[in-house]
């Protein structure tokens, strides 16, 4: 099973909601990732995780907390958004920190912040 | 991680081979060449990578030349659903993040 599975694959959320965006994989990896997309970009990385451990924050805004309960999920908690972080949110994960794994990514969830 | 540069788009017609270049002047010995591609509305899909020799597997073949300063990666028989951006990377082995420039824009037409 090499499927990278993200809920949900649509939100529509008020500035003042606070939503949770959910991935899940059962690969065995051990790093996985949030990358933003906006319309027309290419994806840009928000945070990575390698074993369970917040290793990379890319400067972003704290109303993104991600969080990772165990080794297959990952979560993005969003609070206090704005209409420009309306974009496209792309988990992956990842073999072992090292050697030379790809990376697998999910659909991803289309928010859009009213 | 190096940078890469690639033509902002490209047009293959239906069963010829898609050839995508890729510039990466600045690449460094233990840095290799990635590339992955995005279907419309999709999360982006590895297709393959290399650090020399050339390499083929199911769905491409990467071409890299002697210098490493460039590479081609070949579609041998584009489809339509090989319609999608189409992204290089250059990065170190084993280094965890993917870093995307702006890809090609490949359009398959009958």
């Known amino acids: 099973d090499t499927e990278v599975t993200q809920t949900p694959k649509h939100l529509v959320m008020g500035m003042t909601n606070k939503k949770s965006l959910k991935c899940e994989q059962h690969m065995g990896h051990r790093a996985m990732y949030w990358y933003k997309q906006k319309a027309k970009k290419p994806p840009e990385l928000m945070f990575v995780y390698s074993y369970e451990k917040l290793s990379i924050n890319e400067s972003v805004p704290s109303r993104f907390s991600p969080e990772c309960p165990n080794s297959s999920l990952l979560n993005l908690h969003l609070h206090a958004l704005q209409p420009e972080d309306s974009a496209l949110y792309l988990c992956?994960?990842?073999?072992?920190?090292?050697?030379?794994?790809?990376?697998?990514f999910g659909p991803g969830t289309r928010l859009t912040v009213t | 991680d190096a940078k890469t540069t690639q033509p902002p788009s490209m047009d293959c017609a239906e069963g010829r081979a898609a050839n995508l270049p890729c510039n990466h002047s600045t690449i460094s010995g233990n840095e290799y060449v990635y590339w992955y591609r995005q279907i419309h509305s999709q999360g982006p899909q590895y297709i393959i990578h290399?650090?020399?020799n050339n390499e083929t597997n199911e769905m491409a073949s990467l071409i890299i030349t002697e210098d490493r300063k460039s590479s081609t990666l070949i579609l041998p028989h584009a489809t339509l659903r090989d319609t999608a951006v189409y992204y290089c990377i250059v990065r170190v082995g084993g280094y965890s993040t993917l870093t995307f420039g702006k890809g090609t824009m490949l359009l398959v037409s009958p």
């Open positions: 290399g650090l020399k």
């Open positions: 992956a994960s990842r073999g072992l920190p090292t050697g030379d794994y790809e990376q697998y």
